[in-house]
């Protein structure tokens, strides 16, 4: 909580740990986005780590995504979500969208 603090004060204490800090980090994006000074509302998901720590990283931004839905649906905020792709990631296509790429020649 803010309180009294300085900006000094606030910046020393600015900050969150996905992994560990996933459940206090959802409800302070809640707090400050569906307050009611906002009606749409856009989280970006570009969180990144080496080895098995991605996978507890996206977990966690899953959650703090599907959380701020729910509370924007609750609130009248509309949220948006957005991601970065990677060439890892797979995306299904319908099979009429594949063989229209094969014909134009991008794939």
Request: glycine residues 12%.
């Amino acid at each position: 909580e803010q309180g009294d603090m300085t900006d000094s004060e606030l910046c020393e204490a600015a900050g969150g740990d996905i992994l560990t800090d996933t459940p206090e980090l959802l409800n302070w994006i809640i707090q400050v986005t569906t307050a009611g000074e906002y009606s749409r509302v856009f989280v970006g998901n570009y969180v990144y780590m080496g080895g098995e720590a991605f996978v507890r990283a996206a977990v966690a931004m899953d959650l703090i995504i599907t959380g701020l839905v729910q509370a924007g649906r609750t609130k009248g905020v509309e949220v948006a979500v957005g991601w970065l792709g990677s060439p890892a990631t797979c995306h299904l296509i319908p099979e009429a969208a594949y063989k229209a790429c094969e014909e134009n020649k991008v794939l």
